[in-house]
């Protein structure tokens, strides 16, 4: 039973709280698999690390598609580091530990990164057709594996709780190319801050063992795909710059 306003909203769902449940009720606009599909992720990803709310349920009510999953008390890395701004390379650290862990699983079942990115590139506005070309083929010949990639990496995503972290929100997870996925997590740190940015891709590529350029190499993509995405203005000058100077008309 939910009871009280919501405790987020975003553009797909509302959060609510009840007991020691949170109750995700998606949009009325989306596909009636929404929610299955998220929740096929979340329980992929849980019986994987453990340490992701575990899903009890997807139903209706009121026609509206919901998923109950348990309660994490506690607050995000995030939130930390707002409140304490000198810790944000212990943060970045925390998160990127839990990142490169996530990444070192293969899985099934779950929507394709390359599936995904090709699909939003072709949706993105803003982009000149040869352009869009250009990237498909690009996207074509990058490698790609089959690891578990969350898609929204950031500190708000991960909370600090008495027995470790929680990683949560789901709904972008893919199976993929980790350094794709760490290049999704740079592109959105660098429209907060571009030091934290790049403090984020040092962190991630020692942890990871990769080379930042096999990172960055996916920029161009992931900027197009984030055009399909609800962001201000100037996030969105600024990926179109990334794709224009990236990408070879």
Same mark, same amino acid.
Not at 78 to 97: A, M, R, T, Y
Not at 166 to 178: N, Q
């Given at each position: 039973?939910? #009871?009280? !306003?919501? $405790?987020?909203?975003?553009?797909? =769902?509302?959060?609510?709280?009840?007991?020691?449940?949170?109750?995700?009720?998606?949009?009325?606009?989306?596909?009636?698999? %929404?929610?299955?599909?998220?929740?096929?992720?979340?329980?992929?990803?849980?019986?994987?690390?453990?340490?992701?709310?575990?899903?009890? %349920?997807?139903?209706?009510?009121?026609?509206?598609?919901?998923?109950?999953?348990?309660?994490?008390?506690?607050?995000?890395?995030? %939130?930390?580091?707002?409140?304490?701004?000198?810790? $944000?390379?212990?943060?970045?650290?925390?998160?990127?530990?839990?990142?490169?862990?996530?990444?070192?699983?293969?899985?099934?079942?779950?929507?394709?990164?390359?599936?995904?990115? =090709?699909?939003?590139?072709?949706?993105?506005? !803003?982009?000149?057709?040869?352009?869009?070309?250009?990237?498909?083929?690009?996207?074509? +010949?990058?490698?790609?594996?089959?690891?578990?990639?969350?898609?929204?990496?950031?500190?708000? +995503? #991960?909370?600090?709780?008495?027995?470790?972290?929680?990683?949560?929100?789901?709904?972008? =997870?893919?199976?993929?190319?980790?350094?794709?996925?760490?290049?999704?997590?740079?592109?959105?740190?660098?429209?907060?801050?571009?030091? $934290?940015?790049?403090?984020?891709?040092?962190?991630?590529?020692?942890?990871? !063992? #990769? %080379?930042?350029?096999? #990172?960055?190499?996916?920029?161009?993509?992931?900027?197009?795909?984030?055009?399909?995405?609800?962001?201000?203005?100037?996030?969105?000058?600024?990926?179109?710059?990334?794709?224009?100077?990236?990408?070879?008309?």
């Amino acid at each position: 039973m939910i #009871v009280g !306003g919501p $405790i987020a909203s975003g553009n797909t =769902a509302d959060v609510y709280r009840s007991g020691e449940d949170i109750i995700k009720v998606f949009k009325d606009f989306l596909p009636d698999t %929404e929610a299955e599909k998220e929740a096929r992720k979340q329980r992929t990803a849980y019986s994987l690390l453990r340490n992701v709310p575990e899903v009890k %349920e997807v139903t209706r009510t009121d026609g509206r598609q919901m998923i109950r999953m348990a309660y994490v008390e506690g607050k995000t890395l995030g %939130e930390d580091f707002l409140s304490n701004p000198d810790k $944000i390379e212990d943060l970045l650290l925390l998160s990127v530990k839990e990142q490169v862990r996530v990444q070192s699983y293969s899985v099934e079942g779950i929507e394709h990164m390359k599936v995904k990115l =090709a699909r939003q590139i072709g949706e993105a506005n !803003g982009i000149e057709e040869t352009c869009r070309k250009n990237l498909l083929d690009k996207l074509s +010949n990058m490698p790609m594996g089959n690891q578990l990639c969350h898609g929204d990496f950031h500190l708000f +995503n #991960v909370i600090q709780t008495e027995k470790g972290c929680m990683i949560i929100d789901w709904v972008d =997870a893919t199976a993929g190319s980790p350094k794709a996925d760490a290049c999704r997590s740079y592109l959105l740190y660098l429209s907060y801050d571009r030091q $934290i940015a790049q403090k984020y891709l040092d962190l991630y590529c020692s942890k990871s !063992g #990769v %080379e930042k350029a096999s #990172v960055l190499e996916w920029l161009p993509i992931l900027a197009a795909a984030r055009l399909t995405e609800s962001v201000p203005d100037k996030d969105r000058e600024q990926l179109r710059s990334i794709v224009s100077e990236s990408i070879s008309p």
